[in-house]
C-alpha cells in the first residue's frame, strides 16, 4: 500500500504545525505529514497531497488559489477553498438564524470609502445618508462594529452611542463593517472544532483574551446544546476546521462568531492540556480523511465534469 501524504500550509505559527506533523509521522498510520513546498502551479497541475490543511491561505491569494486546483485534482482540504472564499459574518449570522439557533441582531454596512476608481455613478443604488437611528433602534446599545470578513479581534469596536458607532465607521475606511447587538453575557464559551462533529467548548476570557481549563464551567444541558449547535454551524457552513464562540445570556448561548477557518491553535493561547487535544483530534480527522475523504467536491457543480 502506497503512503498518504498529508501537506500543511501555514504562516507564522511556530508550535502546532511542528506538534501536528510529529504527532502524524509517528503512529505509522500509512500516511507522512509535511510542509507543502510550492512556487508557481501549473493549470491542472496533479496534486502529491491526499489531504491539505490550510492555515493562511486568507492571507495568500496564490496559496488559495494552489488550494482550489488541488481539490479539482482530488485533494481534501481543510478547509474547503471555495467555501471559506464564499462566507461572510453577515451571511453567517443571517442562515443560523434561519437554523434557529440563537445570535445577536446584525446589519450589514455600505463601506466608508471605495478603492480609486469607484465613482459616485457606482454608488446609486446606495441611500445617504444613512439612518444611524434606525440602525442603532434594530440592534440597541451598546453595540459591535466589526468587519464581516475580519478575524483576530481585529478592527472590532464596542460603541455606546450613535456618535461614537459614527466615529467608528468613520476609521474603517474600505472595509465592509457589520453592527452586531452586544450580548451582555453571563458565561463565554469558545469552542475549538476538528472534523465538523469534535466539539470542545472552553471557558474563555474575551476581555483578556484567555483561556480557562475548567471543566466543569457548564451545565450538562448547557454543555450538550452548545456542542449541538457548534455542529450544526459547522455542517451548514463545512468547516472541519474551526472555533466557535458563544456568549451565555439568562441560560441562553448565544453564537457571536462562528467563522474562523484558521482558528488559534498556539499553545500559548489555548493552554497545553486544549493544545494535546487540537494536535490529536486534527491528526485523527486528517489520517481519517486521507484514507477515506468524504466526497468534498461534489459539493461544486463543476464536480460533474471531472468525475
Known amino acids: 500500500m502506497s503512503v498518504k501524504k498529508i501537506g500543511l500550509i501555514v504562516g507564522r505559527e511556530w508550535s502546532f504545525p511542528p506538534a501536528f506533523i510529529e504527532e502524524v509521522n509517528k503512529r505509522d498510520a500509512g500516511v507522512v505529514a509535511e510542509y507543502v513546498k510550492m512556487g508557481g502551479t501549473r493549470m491542472d497541475e496533479p496534486c502529491e497531497y491526499a489531504v491539505l490543511i490550510d492555515r493562511i491561505s486568507h492571507e495568500i491569494p496564490y496559496y488559495r488559489a494552489y488550494l482550489k486546483n488541488a481539490m479539482l485534482q482530488g485533494a481534501y482540504c481543510i478547509n474547503n477553498p471555495f467555501w471559506w472564499s464564499a462566507d461572510d459574518k453577515f451571511f453567517g449570522a443571517s442562515v443560523i438564524t434561519k437554523m434557529g439557533i440563537a445570535s445577536p441582531k446584525t446589519i450589514v454596512l455600505p463601506m466608508k470609502s471605495y478603492p480609486e476608481g469607484v465613482v459616485s455613478e457606482s454608488l446609486r443604488n446606495l441611500v445617504y445618508p444613512m439612518d444611524w ?171 460533474r465534469f471531472v468525475e
Not at 452586544?182 to 472534523?195: A, S, T
Not at 448547557?222 to 457548534?230: M, N, P, T
Not at 486534527?282 to 461534489?298: L, V
Request: one cysteine or more.
Open 133 to 303: 437611528d434606525a440602525i442603532v433602534g434594530y440592534v440597541g446599545l451598546p453595540a459591535i462594529l466589526k468587519d464581516a470578513w475580519g478575524g483576530g479581534w481585529k478592527n472590532v469596536y464596542k460603541v455606546n452611542s450613535v456618535d461614537e458607532l459614527i466615529r467608528a465607521y468613520d476609521e474603517t475606511g474600505t472595509l465592509c463593517m457589520i453592527l452586531q447587538e452586544f450580548i451582555d453575557f453571563d458565561q463565554f464559551v469558545r469552542c475549538i472544532c476538528v472534523g465538523q462533529t469534535n466539539i470542545m467548548p472552553i471557558k474563555y476570557d474575551p476581555k483578556n483574551r484567555r483561556y480557562i481549563v475548567e471543566h466543569d464551567h457548564l451545565s450538562p444541558e448547557l454543555g450538550d446544546r452548545i456542542v449541538r449547535d457548534a455542529q450544526a454551524i459547522n455542517s451548514v457552513m463545512g468547516y472541519d476546521m474551526n472555533s466557535i464562540e458563544f456568549a451565555v445570556k439568562d441560560g441562553v448561548p448565544y453564537a457571536i462568531d462562528f467563522m474562523n477557518p484558521a482558528p488559534d491553535m498556539d499553545i500559548n493561547s489555548i493552554t497545553p492540556h486544549y493544545f494535546e487535544w487540537a494536535v490529536k483530534s486534527m491528526a485523527d480527522f486528517a489520517i481519517e480523511m486521507a484514507h477515506n475523504p468524504r466526497p468534498q467536491r461534489s459539493e461544486q457543480r463543476w464536480a
